[in-house]
Every structure is written in structure tokens, then in C-alpha cells.
């Protein structure tokens, strides 16, 4: 498949700030690109493309990821699919526009009451629909749309238009769902790597009395070893610290590229970044139960000096210091940057009066990856670092 980045690597090249690394990045322009492993494709090309879809996976490829991610989850007949979440069918799928499988949702839509003088939201509209809510064939009759829900909606019709102004439902007619089979299969042809994550469950484990959290752990695994995947070109991935060492310790041909997703700046009480006394467990007992790679958000990788200039922070370092390998995310998953300071935006929370500007992308990048020696870096748009990659010479 013959590499396409279009047109917003150079949009944001554009808008950088003037300095060496913009001219480094515009010498680059006329440069033939490739894929790389540096650029993984985040739910596929979620910035445009309903996540989790052949559409948003074939676009990744085209703008040159070398791995791709599916997110795994479980029907109620205990079959593998892609789905970030189990329970976001009714904001990522059609599925309560379907009369018979809507009936089958967790919880049913329930429009927003809306204050009649105000006009302000009194209660805001829900649903809950879940991949264990419905069978795997009926999760295949349904069809991808971008991730979002309208909370002021009155109708159905409504609710699922939520699409934030900064994405586009242009590229969303047609969402094909994927099973974790059908994903191998599409990532085998296309000749990427994959990086699948084994997502928490919204049910109680064991699922139906008998498919416990290891049986889930070892039927994502199993459906590789079945396609004869080379356990090299996959990267499992799971925030369930026992699912990574469940991998290390049963499959160590797979455990030794798991990677473990740090969430614990919001699951663990008094867990802070900048302070390594609050890491528990430290990044040395991580490496002494044998996680070889860490991955946390952006925003506990950076700091910022006193002049404004964008360091590693003191997790970066002592994740570098205890032998850890870092893959990071989200890139492209913010709207515009001219104001993310006054947004509070998550992914730059850190260093969020060092941007002001969507050029400023690059400036986090380039620190992540010569400062920090990130692996690589999951985005909704993979064309961003690509460019990036390959300009620089990462493979």
C-alpha cells in the first residue's frame, strides 16, 4: 500500500513556530514516506473515521501506521470484537436506532429534560448499551459512527448527532465492525503490527458464571497463536497490571512486548507524577516483575522549565532509569490548541502554557521522542507522525 499523508502534517509544520526543528520538518517535504512503527494507529484513524472500523483501520495504514490497535471486548456469546469500550454501542454504533437490539441495552435511551425557562440541562440524555448485551451476530448487523452523543437530545436521533465541530461525520456512512479475528486478518494483509488491549469489563467476572478474567486474558492471545501471528509483531496491551503479568508468566513469547497502560493518576488515592514516593508500585518493581514497557499519557511524560521550554518529566526519567520502554498517548486526540490552556485540555494538561498554537504538536513530539526515547506514539490521525518518523529517520 503506497504511504498518503495529505495535507495536515504540513498545515502543522506550517504553523510552528520559527526554529530548527520547523526547518528540519519542512526540509522533509519532498521526502518519499513509509510506514513505521514509531506511528501506531490509535482506534485505527479515529480523528475522522468511526473508531474500531475497516474504514478507520485501512485509513491508518494508508497514512503509514505500523501497528494498529484494536480494543477487545466480549459479546454475551463470549466472542472477541473490537469496541474501546463494552459499553459504548450507543455512542459509537446504530445500535438504538434498531428497534429489537435497542430493547436488548443495558439501560434504554432516556431523553434530556431540559428546563423550559432557562433552557439549561436538568438532567441530561442517557443510554447504555454493551457488546455483552447482544450476541456476536448481532453485533455484526451493526454499523460504526464517530464516537459522540448529543447530552441535550430529546430523541434518538438527536443523541447520536454529537459530533464535536473539530472531527466530521464525512467519512462515516459506512462503519464496518470487526470481530479481534477479522481485525488479525485485515492487520496480516496490510503487513502491520498489532497492538490489541484487553479492555476492563463492565460485567462481573467470571462473565455467566465461567469466563473469568484469565480465560479472557488467554482467548486474546489464543486467536493470535490460531492466525500463526508472530508473537514479535504483537504488542498486548492491557491497565490491568495482573493481565500483563498473567502474559510474562503463561505467555512469554507475547508477555515480553506487553505493555503496561498506567492509569493510576486516577485510579490510585494520592498518586502524583512529579512525586516517585506516591508510584506504587515503583518503576523498579515494575521491571522486577518483568514489564519491559510502560505506557501513560502525554501529560505525566512532560514538564516545563521555568522559560517555558517542554523537558521530560521526573516519571520520564525514572522509567528510562529503571529500563522501561515508553509508548505514549493520545496524539491528535484534542481539537484546536490556540486556547488549550483556558480548555484545561487533558493531553497537555502538563505543559499547557507552553501551547498555544496546533504547530506546538511537533514541539511535544520531538521532546517525546529525542528527550524522552518514547517507542512510539498512539494518534488519531498516524499521518502526523509519520511525517514526523520518517523525517527523522525512526523506523
Given at each position: 500500500m503506497k504511504i498518503q499523508l495529505g495535507p495536515r502534517p504540513f498545515f502543522l509544520v506550517n504553523d510552528m513556530d520559527e526554529g530548527a526543528l520547523k526547518n528540519k520538518l519542512l526540509a522533509c517535504e519532498k521526502k518519499p514516506s513509509k510506514k513505521s512503527d514509531f506511528s501506531i494507529g490509535h482506534r485505527g484513524a479515529a480523528l475522522q473515521f468511526p473508531e474500531h472500523t475497516r474504514e478507520s483501520y485501512l485509513a491508518a495504514a494508508r497514512m503509514g501506521a505500523g501497528i494498529i490497535e484494536c480494543?477487545?471486548?466480549?459479546?454475551?456469546?463470549?466472542?472477541?470484537?473490537?469496541?474501546?469500550?463494552?459499553?459504548?454501542?450507543?455512542?459509537?454504533?446504530?445500535?438504538?436506532?434498531?428497534?429489537?437490539?435497542?430493547?436488548?441495552?443495558?439501560?434504554?435511551?432516556?431523553?434530556?429534560?431540559?428546563?423550559?425557562?432557562?433552557?439549561?440541562?436538568?438532567?441530561?440524555?442517557?443510554?447504555?448499551?454493551?457488546?455483552?448485551?447482544?450476541?456476536?451476530?448481532?453485533?455484526?448487523?451493526?454499523?460504526?459512527?464517530?464516537?459522540?452523543?448529543?447530552?441535550?437530545?430529546?430523541?434518538?436521533?438527536?443523541?447520536?448527532?454529537?459530533?464535536?465541530?473539530?472531527?466530521?461525520?464525512?467519512?462515516?456512512?459506512?462503519?464496518?465492525?470487526?470481530?479481534?479475528?477479522?481485525?488479525?486478518?485485515?492487520?496480516?494483509?496490510?503487513?502491520?503490527?498489532?497492538?490489541?488491549?484487553?479492555?476492563?469489563?463492565?460485567?462481573?467476572?467470571?462473565?455467566?458464571?465461567?469466563?473469568?478474567?484469565?480465560?479472557?486474558?488467554?482467548?486474546?492471545?489464543?486467536?493470535?497463536?490460531?492466525?500463526?501471528?508472530?508473537?514479535?509483531?504483537?504488542?498486548?496491551?492491557?491497565?490491568?497490571?495482573?493481565?500483563?503479568?498473567?502474559?510474562?508468566?503463561?505467555?512469554?513469547?507475547?508477555?515480553?512486548?506487553?505493555?503496561?497502560?498506567?492509569?493510576?493518576?486516577?485510579?490510585?488515592?494520592?498518586?502524583?507524577?512529579?512525586?516517585?514516593?506516591?508510584?506504587?508500585?515503583?518503576?523498579?518493581?515494575?521491571?522486577?516483575?518483568?514489564?519491559?514497557?510502560?505506557?501513560?499519557?502525554?501529560?505525566?511524560?512532560?514538564?516545563?522549565?521555568?522559560?517555558?521550554?517542554?523537558?521530560?518529566?521526573?516519571?520520564?526519567?525514572?522509567?528510562?532509569?529503571?529500563?522501561?520502554?515508553?509508548?505514549?498517548?493520545?496524539?491528535?486526540?484534542?481539537?484546536?490548541?490556540?486556547?488549550?490552556?483556558?480548555?484545561?485540555?487533558?493531553?497537555?494538561?502538563?505543559?499547557?502554557?507552553?501551547?498555544?498554537?496546533?504547530?506546538?504538536?511537533?514541539?511535544?513530539?520531538?521532546?517525546?521522542?529525542?528527550?524522552?526515547?518514547?517507542?512510539?506514539?498512539?494518534?488519531?490521525?498516524?499521518?502526523?507522525?509519520?511525517?514526523?518518523?520518517?523525517?527523522?529517520?525512526?523506523?
Amino acid at each position: 500500500m503506497k504511504i498518503q499523508l495529505g495535507p495536515r502534517p504540513f498545515f502543522l509544520v506550517n504553523d510552528m513556530d520559527e526554529g530548527a526543528l520547523k526547518n528540519k520538518l519542512l526540509a522533509c517535504e519532498k521526502k518519499p514516506s513509509k510506514k513505521s512503527d514509531f506511528s501506531i494507529g490509535h482506534r485505527g484513524a479515529a480523528l475522522q473515521f468511526p473508531e474500531h472500523t475497516r474504514e478507520s483501520y485501512l485509513a491508518a495504514a494508508r497514512m503509514g501506521a505500523g501497528i494498529i490497535e484494536c480494543d477487545v471486548t466480549f459479546t454475551q456469546d463470549e466472542e472477541l470484537v473490537c469496541r474501546h469500550s463494552q459499553c459504548d454501542l450507543h455512542t459509537t454504533t446504530n445500535i438504538l436506532t434498531i428497534p429489537e437490539l435497542a430493547e436488548k441495552c443495558s439501560e434504554s435511551f432516556t431523553p434530556a429534560e431540559i428546563d423550559p425557562v432557562t433552557g439549561e440541562v436538568i438532567r441530561p440524555a442517557t443510554a447504555r448499551c454493551c457488546t455483552s448485551d447482544i450476541t456476536l451476530t448481532e453485533f455484526k448487523t451493526l454499523t460504526g459512527k464517530m464516537d459522540a452523543s448529543n447530552p441535550r437530545a430529546t430523541t434518538i436521533e438527536e443523541y447520536l448527532d454529537g459530533t464535536p465541530s473539530w472531527r466530521t461525520d464525512l467519512y462515516a456512512g459506512k462503519g464496518t465492525l470487526m470481530t479481534h479475528k477479522e481485525s488479525i486478518e485485515l492487520f496480516k494483509q496490510l503487513g502491520v503490527k498489532m497492538t490489541p488491549e484487553l479492555k476492563s469489563a463492565s460485567v462481573t467476572m467470571p462473565f455467566q458464571g465461567h469466563f473469568s478474567q484469565q480465560d479472557y486474558a488467554q482467548k486474546m492471545i489464543n486467536e493470535y497463536r490460531e492466525a500463526d501471528v508472530n508473537p514479535a509483531n504483537v504488542y498486548p496491551q492491557s491497565f490491568n497490571r495482573n493481565d500483563i503479568l498473567y502474559w510474562i508468566q503463561n505467555e512469554p513469547d507475547f508477555g515480553k512486548q506487553a505493555v503496561y497502560l498506567d492509569d493510576r493518576y486516577e485510579t490510585l488515592p494520592g498518586f502524583d507524577h512529579t512525586n516517585p514516593a506516591t508510584w506504587k508500585p515503583g518503576m523498579e518493581q515494575l521491571a522486577a516483575e518483568g514489564i519491559q514497557i510502560i505506557a501513560p499519557p502525554i501529560p505525566l511524560l512532560l514538564t516545563t522549565e521555568r522559560n517555558g521550554r517542554i523537558i521530560p518529566s521526573a516519571y520520564a526519567t525514572a522509567a528510562r532509569e529503571a529500563g522501561l520502554d515508553i509508548i505514549t498517548w493520545t496524539l491528535e486526540r484534542s481539537g484546536p490548541l490556540a486556547k488549550v490552556a483556558e480548555k484545561n485540555d487533558f493531553y497537555y494538561q502538563s505543559i499547557k502554557n507552553a501551547i498555544n498554537n496546533d504547530g506546538d504538536v511537533y514541539t511535544v513530539l520531538d521532546v517525546l521522542a529525542r528527550q524522552v526515547g518514547i517507542l512510539g506514539m498512539f494518534s488519531d490521525w498516524p499521518a502526523t507522525t509519520t511525517y514526523y518518523a520518517n523525517c527523522m529517520n525512526i523506523q
